[in-house]
């Protein structure tokens, strides 16, 4: 299996941080943020990550290298201007080749989150080896998170690990998914696209699957977030967390 983490967004709310240094090159507790995904990847054993960037690309490159360090294999899609998450993994889906990849959003801190377990969630066949149709197997698995404060209203429904977009209670999307290369087959590479609403369409279908990871996440999206994150931990507040 392969990884791609998205890297390219601007962090207009980590300024003046930003205006310097990518967002996920910021470190939480000692570590840039993306680096605690390349490792935690590295540990599950998924090594090849494709790393999309826009804003200050270059300082990605330079800091991360060919990955090597860290005993991975990365390889990098450049976007002059980003282009969102689905146009993001459209640009970079020849690197990403024809099996279902896990993608990660650079800008979130979940050290303990364990890569292992999204190797098997897309199943082909059923528990009796039978293989299902293509429009009724699962074309997408997402990791919901408990709502933060901001965002008390959630995103999606979950029943028996089916994500749809209506019922109740609701769980906020934690920008954690394995996906199949094939649901983006209508997004030409260069196109500007987000991924709610792709996602949405398929969860009509019934073809989205996903389960609740209620460890350790945050969306370090402000610069309180971050300095409350590095803080020393006598003295350390709760930090919201959930999906921007």
């Known amino acids: 299996m392969k990884a791609m983490i998205f890297a390219a967004g601007r962090g207009e709310r980590m300024r003046p941080l930003t205006d310097t240094t990518p967002k996920p090159l910021l470190k939480v507790r000692g570590r840039p943020l993306i680096v605690w995904h ?7 054993g998924i090594t090849e990550i494709v790393i999309n960037h826009a804003h200050l690309g270059d300082q990605i490159e330079q800091t991360l290298g060919d990955g090597s360090q860290f005993g991975a294999k990365l390889l990098y899609s450049h976007e002059e201007q980003a282009l ?15 099996a279902p990849f896990v993608a990660v959003s650079g800008d979130i801190y979940m050290p303990y989150f364990d890569f292992e377990q999204v190797k098997d969630v897309l199943k082909d066949e059923d528990m009796w080896g039978n293989p299902y149709p293509a429009d009724k197997r699962d074309i997408c698995w997402l990791y919901l998170v408990p709502n933060p404060d901001f965002h008390p209203d959630g995103d999606f429904g979950l029943t028996l690990y089916s994500v749809s977009n209506e019922g109740s209670p609701k ?55 971050l300095d409350l994150l590095n803080a020393p931990l006598a003295s350390r507040a709760p930090v919201s967390k959930g999906v921007q």
């Open 38 to 44: 390349i490792l935690n990847l590295v540990k599950a």
């Open 84 to 98: 969102e998450t689905a146009g993001g993994i459209a640009k970079a889906r020849h690197l990403l080749g024809d």
């Open 171 to 225: 769980w906020t999307f934690g920008n954690i998914g394995v996906y199949r290369p094939e649901m983006f087959d209508r997004i030409a590479a260069g196109d500007y696209a987000k991924l709610g609403p792709l996602i949405r369409e398929y969860a009509d279908n019934k073809q989205v699957g996903g389960e609740v990871y209620s460890g350790e996440w945050h969306n370090v999206g402000t610069v309180t977030q």
